[in-house]
């Protein structure tokens, strides 16, 4: 039973195995459940097109290409998730707010993770392989978990700002043809900002920064502050930075400066 299950005291692959790639698994069919309750024997294409934005098919063109519909019927299809049923968001390139570079996202946590593994791989859960399961959720968790640590890192800037750590008024992401700027703070601490689900060390640091200043160029921000938010972060790593956090800060809620600022 779940409360059985010392979810705390497991390593994450064995939680994940648990809660969703068992026979019996507590929310395998959580999502399911709720998202019927809420479309009804309609969702088809809803689920479709939800599926097509947790794999990485953001755009309308990716998703319409992706589902095989229509970009006009699939922008219907959005409106709706985005409005009425209140499942995905619109998110737009700050400094660049036009439609045509709208990107849609999930909002909530599980659904984003139940269409990512489990509803692109349910024939192989109905079939009872659950191996195939856990050899998909090893392939794609590091992008997936990428993603999500973005989400994380907004989160905790957002938490600093609220207790006087950083001064910014606007916060978003950037993006314009091959170029991209994951997390943009505006104001007085204005900064550029790369998030990296890995180990960040003195040369992976050094392309970061150089990469950071081009696009802040290209963005029309000028002279902006340098951030790193990394998994872990090398000691030399933090010599490019103003802010260098690292998950290990953002669990103890802090945000420390990197050694360029004092340069």
């Not at 219907?76 to 737009?92: M, P, T």
């Not at 709208?102 to 692109?120: D, E, G, L, S």
């Amino acid at each position: 039973a779940l409360e059985d299950f010392e979810v705390g005291a497991k390593p994450l692959e064995d939680v994940v195995e648990f809660l969703f790639f068992t026979e019996n698994a507590p929310l395998q069919n959580e999502v399911r459940d709720l998202l019927r309750a809420e479309f009804g024997n309609r969702g088809a294409q809803n689920y479709s097109i939800l599926e097509a934005i947790a794999t990485g098919h953001t755009k309308l063109s990716e998703i319409s290409s992706y589902v095989g519909i229509p970009a006009t019927s699939v922008s219907a299809f959005l409106n709706a998730l985005c409005d009425y049923h209140g499942i995905v968001e619109k998110n737009i390139p700050l400094l660049r707010p036009a439609a045509k570079d709208t990107r849609y996202a999930i909002k909530n946590p599980m659904f984003r993770f139940w269409f990512r593994f489990v509803r692109p791989n349910e024939s192989s859960l109905e079939l009872g392989r659950y191996e195939l399961f856990k050899q998909e959720f090893k392939r794609g968790f590091s992008t997936y978990a990428g993603r999500e640590f973005e989400r994380l890192a907004k989160e905790h800037l957002i938490s600093s700002l609220k207790i006087g750590r950083i001064d910014f008024s606007e916060l978003g992401s950037w993006w314009h043809k091959d170029r991209e700027i994951d997390i943009i703070t505006l104001g007085k601490d204005a900064c550029v900002w790369e998030c990296k689900w890995s180990i960040v060390d003195n040369r992976k640091a050094s392309d970061i920064a150089l990469s950071l200043k081009e696009n802040a160029s290209y963005a029309g921000i000028r002279s902006p502050k340098l951030g790193l938010i990394a998994r872990e972060i090398g000691n030399d790593a933090r010599d490019y930075f103003d802010y260098a956090v690292s998950l290990g800060d953002i669990i103890e809620g802090k945000l420390p400066y990197g050694k360029r600022r004092d340069a």
